[in-house]
């Protein structure tokens, strides 16, 4: 197991007022910051990981955007590119090692997300490479061990058919309980990595349904360091939602809808839309129709693009509150408007179960 020790300092003050900054919330601020660094010094690989880093605070509310995904893959491969240009007796070394391994994971996950299915294979294999290297050059550092913990928690623990995928591509596997271990260890011992640890710790568990106790758990401490935060609020009322806690739940999405009347930074677009449906989902199960159903037609009046499947599943949740009003003709129409909606998140599943539920109930109706 590694060991704190901070003889080796990968962040100095500044930086780490940068990445205290960005978690808070204030990635549009930060983004013109790092970009004046750039601006000063081309070179500084540190600033062009952390302007990747904005962007990618600036996808995470709105995955299905991909606006950012070239600039986001630029400033990575910039970092890289720079950080392997420092000299092996130069000061700067460990630091350079520590962006160009991290810069390295989080290319190849990234690529790994979008699909980009061949340059992810290659780009997979260096980052573990430049991980381990990491790891080697700073055995009892625990800080060195997050790119190392990030590639095993992500590459690791396949379905049968992956890991044999994974061979025949000749891409690297991880061991999955040994990242999320390790990944553990550096958010609760580590210093320049101990946020990052914890961001990557949210993303796992959220992603398991059998781990949503854990996610809440990690939600809440992040919120709570870092209260104006959108994502981190996001997840917790997500959190809460998918342990049918509807009451806390729609608390956590009112609060971010107050913050995003208020004008508060980071508190776009996307989060408001997202809030505003996840707050009717809430007033549903509640039992709250009517409010539930001013905040359905606030939804489909104000028709928002962005995300998507906002208005899909807006008039998913019309559909029952018509339903529960007896209005089944209206209810028809709303599930038939829902499911000409790109099925995301399972949304033609759940209307077309309730529109099968409608259209008994009318028959019924007919038939008296």
Same mark, same amino acid.
């Given at each position: ?134 790891? @080697?050059?700073?055995?009892? @550092? ?197 499911? @000409? ?28």
């Amino acid at each position: 197991m590694f060991q704190p020790d901070f003889g080796v300092e990968f962040l100095d003050g500044s930086l780490k007022d940068i990445v205290w900054l960005n978690f808070s919330g204030r990635a549009a601020l930060i983004f013109q910051r790092v970009s004046s660094f750039i601006s000063t010094d081309p070179s500084d690989y540190k600033a062009y990981f952390l302007r990747a880093s904005c962007y990618g605070w600036f996808i995470a509310p709105n995955p299905a955007n991909r606006r950012y995904d070239n600039p986001l893959l630029e400033s990575l491969e910039a970092c890289i590119d720079y950080a392997a240009r420092v000299e092996e007796d130069s000061s700067e070394y460990g630091k350079a090692l520590y962006f160009k391994a991290l810069a390295m994971v989080v290319q190849a996950r990234f690529k790994a997300i979008r699909g980009y299915k061949f340059s992810s294979r290659w780009a997979t294999r260096g980052a573990k490479d430049a991980a381990e290297k990491l790891v @080697e050059k700073f055995p009892d @550092e625990i800080d060195a061990a997050l790119p190392l913990a990030i590639f095993h928690a992500f590459w690791g623990g396949s379905p049968i058919w992956a890991r044999i995928a994974q061979v025949a591509l000749l891409v690297p596997r991880g061991d999955r309980k040994r990242g999320i271990r390790m990944l553990e260890q550096i958010a609760e011992n580590g210093d320049d990595s101990k946020l990052w640890a914890s961001l990557a710790l949210l993303n796992i568990y959220s992603m398991n349904p059998h781990s949503t106790h854990k996610a809440l758990e990690v939600a809440q401490q992040l919120h709570y360091l870092f209260p104006d935060n959108a994502l981190f609020q996001l997840t917790l009322g997500d959190c809460y939602r998918s342990l049918g806690r509807w009451v806390l739940a729609e608390g956590v999405y009112q609060s971010i809808l107050a913050k995003v009347k208020s004008r508060l930074p980071g508190n776009d677009e996307d989060v408001c839309e997202i809030s505003r449906l996840r707050a009717v989902e809430c007033q549903i199960n509640l039992g709250k129709m009517q409010e539930a159903f001013e905040g359905v037609k606030g939804i489909l009046t104000s028709n928002p693009i962005n995300p998507e499947w906002v208005v899909p599943w807006a008039h998913l949740y019309a559909a029952r509150i018509y339903r529960y009003r007896g209005d089944l003709k209206r209810a028809e129409r709303a599930l038939r408007y829902a499911l @000409e909606g790109r099925d995301i998140d399972k949304l033609h599943k759940a209307a077309n179960q309730e529109l099968e539920a409608v259209r008994k109930e009318l028959k019924k109706q007919e038939e008296k």
